[in-house]
């Protein structure tokens, strides 16, 4: 009689449990959205109330200079993050990365709702807060590469535009819890909300943070990370490999993000200042006309993410960028109406365009990089654009509004500049390089 039974599998045999890649997805997005919400919370509270609790000057364009300068020096940190954490990330795995970087941006958040201010410990306000901003952009800086590439490395291939997208969801997510909490607050009389209103955002992080982990630790590792121990292609030293055999296509990875980064923060940061000081407009109605957009972009990333299967990412994003150019002065001559009904359909049309191109980032720049450096490549592509197009926008903005005699044209020129820059990167990086995901 035939012996039917099968000898015990080894280790290697064993079957790997099927998982979800909508899982995946949804638990990318749930965990980059705490911490996005984190990270923007800075942002709006440097348009809102920083200024006055952190730099008193006596003078309102420069206290919110200053302030929108500390803004910019948490995105001086994601470089330095995302070397840190996309090398860790080629080492140890994307699961890990992903959970050490959602505590150490909850730890930074709580511990700025808890700051004395100026008026109460004098100068070791500001230093202090600068330092948290510091850890808050070494967390988020490790947290996209990440993100991104368990989402994109667990997806069906042809769908990796669609699930790549989710991650990126998270943006816009953060952008209306935060500015959602501030909207709330910001109900209470201006005596309350300055002395402690403010801080409850930020306290809040504390709850969201074990939500995030909990989620995230109940996914499965990227199978093309597991594949690469398997089979032992990892390499040493991902982080130099990566700056050594791969600068050029990193730099132009970074040059990709040039006008979606800037045109975001130019929009979702700076207008709340210049709408308030130079227009006249209400904070109530800027934060709301914010929220919707951000609404929008929760609708559209997605789906711009699943239609590139059909009409290709490549010529998705270039178009976007050119559309950039294009609408960067007819942007600011809407919003100069002071009509606020105007000047939201101005900021949702301007943030649909920059969707297009946020949309299809993780796929399009993971596959400009072999799997072994993935992770250590495009968190430093992706951080790099974050502190020249990102972060220094706001401060950029402002001083060129400072320097024209508080003229809104040479701000328009700088997203036009920003926008070409990303046509000719895009052009080049996915003409050359590409094809490595597997």
């Excluded at 909490?181 to 209470?188: D, K, S, T």
Aim: net charge positive; charged share 10%; with cysteine.
């Amino acid at each position: 009689m035939t012996d039917t039974t099968a000898p015990p599998r080894t280790a290697d045999e064993t079957p790997r449990r099927t998982v979800s890649p909508h899982k995946v997805a949804f638990a990318s997005f749930i965990g980059t959205s705490i911490e996005w919400y984190d990270f923007f919370l800075y942002g709006t509270a440097s348009a809102l109330v920083f200024g006055d609790l952190f730099f008193p000057t006596g003078d309102p364009l420069i206290s919110t200079l200053l302030a929108f300068a500390t803004f910019g020096v948490g995105f001086a940190a994601r470089p330095i993050g995302g070397a840190v954490f996309g090398s860790l990330g080629d080492k140890l795995g994307r699961k890990k990365v992903l959970v050490v970087t959602l505590l150490v941006m909850g730890a930074a958040t709580a511990a700025i709702g808890l700051l004395p201010t100026y008026g109460q410990i004098g100068v070791a306000a500001p230093i202090l807060l600068v330092l948290l901003r510091l850890v808050q952009g070494f967390g988020v800086g490790g947290e996209w590469g990440a993100a991104a590439l368990m989402a994109v490395e667990h997806a069906p291939k042809g769908r990796r535009g669609f699930f790549g997208s989710m991650p990126q969801m998270g943006v816009p997510a953060g952008t209306i819890l935060s500015t959602g909490a501030f909207v709330l607050i910001n109900r209470m009389d201006e005596q309350t909300f300055l002395s402690w209103g403010w801080r409850i955002p930020f306290l809040a992080s504390f709850l969201l943070v074990i939500v995030g982990l909990l989620i995230r630790v109940s996914v499965e590792e990227s199978p093309e990370f597991e594949k690469l121990v398997k089979e032992k292609k990892q390499v040493a030293m991902p982080l130099r490999s990566a700056v050594r055999d791969h600068w050029r296509v990193i730099l132009l990875a970074g040059g990709m993000r040039f006008s979606e980064n800037s045109v975001f923060y130019v929009v979702t940061v700076f207008l709340l200042s210049y709408g308030t000081t130079a227009l006249g407009l209400e904070r109530a109605a800027l934060l709301n006309a914010a929220l919707i957009a951000a609404f929008v972009e929760i609708l559209t990333i997605p789906y711009f993410g699943a239609v590139s299967a059909r009409f290709g990412a490549r010529r998705m994003y270039l178009s976007a960028a050119a559309l950039s150019v294009l609408l960067a002065f007819p942007f600011f001559l809407t919003v100069n109406t002071g009509n606020m009904v105007a000047v939201t359909i101005a900021m949702i049309v301007t943030i649909v365009v920059a969707c297009v191109m946020y949309a299809l980032q993780p796929s399009m720049m993971g596959s400009l990089f072999p799997a072994e450096v993935r992770s250590s490549a495009v968190s430093i592509g992706y951080q790099i654009a974050a502190v020249f197009a990102g972060g220094l926008s706001p401060f950029i903005a402002t001083g060129l509004y400072a320097w024209s005699g508080e003229q809104w044209w040479p701000i328009a020129a700088y997203m036009m500049v920003m926008g070409l820059i990303t046509w000719i990167c895009t052009h080049l990086a996915t003409k050359r390089y590409g094809g490595h995901l597997t």
